[in-house]
């Protein structure tokens, strides 16, 4: 197949994000393989975004399209709503603030030609700030292909905004899950990883855009919380064909991460001795550490008493050889 075969759809989500938009659109109208078709969906923006839109849209009739919602149903909603418009064999999906870079279709067409077996591609990503400005790349070493479904499993984040997905495999997974609005983009990846083999391509294709606007700032550690407990739930039954070591491995990572989530949680709500007996129970399951327990131990130890402690600590002296 030629590059001309691969009809790649690119669907850009956008709210409220009119300062970045026309950078976004520009950036997959600029790339040197087209796209079969561009399709915006916009979560009922209130910034002009949506004139801005139907001015592309009438410009590249046929090519570009919209899809506007009538209240905002939040990102993986407006997401799924855009999903639904694709005709093409293969779809990318951009946030409203983030950029292509000019050959990110074209690497990607050239990964799927090289590795036959491929379902998905993805790629190391650059971050830029407000202004543009490279703030550095995701990737210190080159990253896996083929099944990578325990190295996705174990928590890696963040891969989605780089990807290309076969429609078909997309359809045959489901679209996004909205009850993990924080992280709908991971748990997308953990099933499209478990149904079809990736391909990575080491060098960034994507430019994502870090500033104080951006939605992953706002999130909340409850939020977080919710979100990557259901997921894990979601996700335990897939692990029932993999080995003992492989179930164990992501097992571990998933206990790690969530014990100290809810840590972060204590401390920010200040509940001192739900930091203490989390700490001591995840000890017991082999989770925390006892430099967990220091830490938490001394949080929670009034400062009064630690003066104590530590004027009847006995000095011991140190020969220095």
């Known amino acids: 197949m030629g590059k001309d075969d691969f009809r790649v759809s690119v669907v850009i989500t956008s709210y409220n994000q009119k300062d970045f938009l026309i950078e976004t659109i520009e950036s997959v109208i600029g790339q040197t393989v087209k796209p079969y078709e561009i399709i915006i969906a916009d979560d009922h923006s209130t910034d ?5 839109i139907r001015e592309y849209i009438a410009r590249h009739p046929g090519w570009i399209k919209g899809v506007f919602q009538k209240q905002n149903v939040h990102i993986p909603r407006n997401r799924n709503a855009g999903l639904q418009q694709v005709t093409g064999h293969y779809v990318s999906i951009l946030d409203g603030d983030d950029r292509f870079l000019p050959h990110k279709i074209e690497r990607e067409i050239e990964a799927l030609q090289r590795y036959a077996q491929a379902r998905c591609v993805y790629s190391d990503v650059s971050f830029i700030d407000a202004e543009g400005r490279l703030m550095g790349n995701r990737d210190e070493e080159e990253q896996p292909s083929g099944d990578v479904f325990v190295y996705v499993a174990r928590g890696k984040f963040g891969l989605l905004r780089s990807m290309l997905i076969d429609y078909n495999l997309l ?46 700032k706002g999130l909340k550690t409850r939020d977080r919380l919710d979100d990557l407990e259901g997921i894990y739930r979601k996700m335990v039954p897939l692990l029932s064909d993999l080995s003992a070591p492989e179930r164990k491995d992501i097992v571990s990572a998933w206990s790690r991460q969530l014990f100290e989530l809810h840590i972060c949680e204590t401390v920010e709500r200040g509940e001192k001795g739900k930091a203490f007996l989390i700490t001591l129970s995840s000890m017991f399951r082999g989770v925390a550490n006892r430099n967990d327990m220091r830490n938490v131990t001394a949080w929670v130890t009034p400062d009064r008493i630690r003066k104590i402690f530590r004027r009847f600590r006995p000095r011991v002296e140190v020969e220095r050889v």
Do not use: C, I, M, N
């Open 48 to 52: 002009g975004s949506v004139e801005l």
């Open 171 to 216: 359809q045959d997974v489901g679209f996004l899950d909205a009850r993990f609005p924080k992280y709908d983009g991971f748990e997308l990846t953990v099933r499209l990883a478990k149904r079809g083999y990736f391909v990575y391509v080491p060098e960034p294709l994507v430019e994502y855009r870090v500033h104080p606007a951006s939605d992953s």
